[in-house]
């Protein structure tokens, strides 16, 4: 793999403000693009935003947009025009025909840094399938070949070498890597049966919501933690002890809204991590302006896992980076979202008897000892119903 070149590349984004969407809904969506943009090594300048119907199944966007935003090109050197929706062949041919620079769509940027941030081979073998995977449909119209032709976003793999983009050899190289995944998931597999019956905690939230502080914070560990997207890829186990009862606790690969479907599917034996644990950590970044619908994005992956179930502490976490905008005691109009205090919030969810709350900044260490509390008696009860003779 070529690494990341140190010089960002200067590119726009593009959205659609789609029906049933709000603008504002329509702007953190670009935002979280933006995220992701930089993740890759990108500088994002300017962001478009266009209200559609339906998209153009031409150029997604309407004529108009699209010369707007040829003319912002040619004016600013750009060299990547990203969108936040997944493009069809056709699509990102003609748009990068009009624009003469490269063009990339969500999936295709997620898949990117998958691709950058894998180290261990298991990871690394679990992004190509899913590279693999997304290119064969497409292999009509893009390239003569698999060869990289050109560094940067969007060009990291599958493969190096030239490879003849034959659908039967792309097939035949997608099989290969199943049964080598297969053969990994076997041993994964082995490996959590090895660990004896200790309760097993999965962190699961969205992408940069804190898992990975809050991991080292519990196992007294120096898991990989930094402000990116998908910091961690491959799952991290450690022992952890609470007032003498052990158990086991993972930091698994974060969440994120419209995560590729090929790659929930090469990540199964990372996601078996979640499905077979006993207790989920739900972390959920409470400053950030859109929590709630990352809430709900989690929840329906979990569903759509099998692991939706279980037993679930809800961890509100970075609540030394929350702030509200105070509405003025003379100002009747009802409350909007972000009228609400840190204490609003805080009845609110603790008043929902689905699953227990706890609110904490990892960061700062900001009641710590209260999650830590809820946590310990939620294993205690499970730890009971396994051994009912080993009291602590």
């Known amino acids: 793999m070529v690494k990341q070149q140190k ?62 935003i040829e003319e912002y090109i040619k004016s600013h050197e750009i060299q990547l025009v990203i969108f936040d929706d997944d493009l069809s062949p056709t699509q990102a041919r003609n748009i990068e025909n009009k624009l003469k620079v490269q063009v990339l769509d969500r999936t295709t940027l997620i898949l990117d840094i998958f691709a950058s941030r894998a180290r261990t081979a298991h990871a690394k073998t679990q992004v190509e399938l899913a590279q693999y995977q997304y290119l064969l449909p497409r292999l009509k119209g893009m390239w003569t070949h698999l060869e990289r032709q050109r560094g940067g976003i969007g060009m990291r793999g599958p493969g190096e070498r030239e490879i003849e983009t034959d659908r039967r050899i792309i097939r035949d190289k997608i099989a290969l890597l199943r049964k080598q995944l297969d053969k990994i998931d076997k041993q994964m597999a082995t490996q959590r049966k090895n660990r004896g019956k200790m309760i097993r905690i999965a962190l699961v939230g969205y992408t940069n919501v804190g ?137 609110m969810y603790l008043a929902q008897a689905n699953h227990p709350a706890v609110f904490i900044s990892a960061k700062t260490g900001n009641n710590l000892d209260e999650f830590k509390s809820v946590l310990f008696d939620m294993v205690k009860d499970l730890h009971f119903e396994r051994y009912p003779y080993n009291r602590i």
């Open 211 to 347: 898992k990975s502080t809050l991991m080292n914070v519990l196992s007294k560990s120096e898991v990989f933690a930094e402000n990116k997207l998908f910091a961690t890829l491959d799952t991290t186990v450690r022992k952890v002890v609470i007032n003498n009862l052990p158990f086991l606790i993972s930091d698994t690969v974060g969440f994120i809204r419209k995560l590729p479907t090929h790659l929930v599917e090469s990540f199964k034996s990372t996601l078996d991590e979640t499905r077979e644990s006993d207790v989920l950590v739900h972390v959920v970044d409470i400053s950030h302006p859109g929590f709630e619908e990352q809430l709900e994005v989690v929840k329906s992956t979990l569903n759509e896992i099998g692991a939706g179930n279980k037993p679930t502490l809800l961890v509100f976490n970075k609540t030394d980076a929350f702030t509200y905008n105070k509405k003025d005691e003379d100002d009747l109009s009802p409350k909007e979202r972000e009228n609400y205090s840190l204490e609003d919030l805080k009845n």
């Open 7 to 68: 010089e960002e590349i200067p590119a726009v984004l593009v959205g659609a403000i789609q029906e049933n969407q709000t603008k504002t809904q329509a702007e953190e969506y670009i935002d979280e693009l933006a995220f992701l943009a930089e993740t890759a090594g990108a500088k994002p300048l300017k962001s478009f935003l266009q209200k559609l119907d339906s998209p153009n199944p031409k150029t997604y966007i309407g004529s108009g947009k699209l010369i707007e």
